[in-house]
């Protein structure tokens, strides 16, 4: 059984990385016509429909972790969320086109290494 939550628990660290690189295709389509205003940025995302498959994406996350969190030390479990930095990371770099430096890579090292310290306590 903590196998199967520890999968779903990486599953919504997935499923929370995807929505972010969603909403930030959403809001970077049409994004001159958005102007740069408050209400302009907020009308441009409430008629996006990617901005609403990432909403979506994060409501299933949220969901599914009500779940993993019944069954996982919280101890245990938030630290997974931190791997999300890491995916959104990597993802932004491969599917948005987003800049990779050093210093990036770094931190998502330490994150990873803060990650198997307290796994190896679980």
């Not at 972790?65 to 919280?74: M, P």
């Amino acid at each position: 059984m903590k196998t199967l939550a520890l999968s779903l628990a990486v599953f919504c660290v997935l499923l929370s990385s995807a929505a972010q690189l969603v909403m930030k295709r959403g809001m970077s389509a049409g994004a001159g016509s958005a102007g740069t205003d408050v209400a302009g940025t907020y009308l441009h995302a409430l008629s996006s429909p990617l901005v609403w498959l990432g909403l979506g994406l994060y409501g299933a996350s949220a969901v599914l972790w009500l779940w993993v969190l019944s069954r996982l030390d919280v101890s245990l479990a938030y630290p997974l969320v931190s791997l999300g930095f890491v995916v959104t990371l990597a993802l932004g770099v491969v599917w948005l086109g987003e800049p990779l430096s050093w210093t990036r890579v770094a931190g998502c090292g330490l994150i990873v290494a803060g990650v198997w310290l307290l796994a190896l306590d679980a």
